[in-house]
């Protein structure tokens, strides 16, 4: 099995931050990665897939990259809408996901 | 709009069964794969189950192989999740999800809000 580790487990941040979220496999998966924001009581949300391409809809402040075992998320300004858990997903071989990282505000 | 509303979680005891449903809408819901992912308190995600868009090919966790089924009626635009001989371990919250596809994969593009069960005596 595939395991993602994501890190850090948790980031405190102000808003108008950037931030990098970094996530890593344990081995290749190419650039089959996802990332999505998570909001308590809310349905997952996609964020990026193929490590860089933005779903539809998704502001342009996250961008995603990375291929082979290492993979970021960044969100270049930081919105009060954005505290929220993110977690990526390899579907190159199975499905497995991060553990995730909840950003709180500083 | 894409829309997944899972249902039928609850309290059960240990041993028992329970079948959750996954009603989807606002997109063709024969032609997608569809998958079942949880989350157990505390924990991070774990992939559950899928089957394929027609219900020819379905896969399971290893953790539910032999336990779990999960089965589609396209009639109805429903996903099922058949669990039996539950144990605590399967306390969780149940999110079904539809793929995406991109590059000759599959990810999970859309999600529901998920249905909790909770497996205790």
């Known amino acids: 099995e595939i395991v993602m580790t994501q890190s850090p487990v948790i980031l405190g941040v102000s808003p108008g931050e950037r931030v990098t979220l970094s996530c890593m496999a344990s081995q290749s998966v190419g650039r089959n990665v996802a990332w999505y924001q998570h909001k308590r009581g809310q349905a997952p949300r996609l964020l990026i897939y193929g490590a860089s391409i933005r779903a539809d809809g998704v502001p342009a402040r996250f961008s995603g990259s990375g291929s082979g075992t290492g993979f970021t998320l960044s969100i270049s300004s930081l919105q009060s809408e954005d505290f929220a858990v993110y977690f990526c997903l390899q579907y190159d071989n199975w499905n497995t996901f991060g553990q995730g990282t909840t950003l709180d505000i500083k | 709009q894409v829309h997944l509303a899972e249902s039928g979680g609850g309290v059960v005891q240990p041993g028992r069964s329970l079948r959750l449903s996954c009603v989807g809408s606002g997109f063709s819901f024969s032609s997608y794969g569809m998958h079942w992912v949880r989350q157990a308190p505390g924990k991070g995600l774990e992939w559950v189950a899928n089957i394929s868009y027609g219900g020819i090919n379905v896969f399971y966790g290893e953790s539910v192989k032999g336990r779990f089924s999960i089965s589609r009626d396209d009639s109805s635009n429903i996903l099922y999740l058949q669990m039996n001989s539950l144990i605590p371990e399967d306390t969780a919250m149940y999110f079904c999800?539809?793929?995406?596809?991109?590059?000759?994969?599959?990810?999970?593009?859309?999600w529901g809000q998920g249905t909790l069960v909770t497996v205790s005596s």
């Open positions: 999800a539809k793929e995406g596809y991109f590059a000759n994969f599959a990810y999970l593009h859309s």
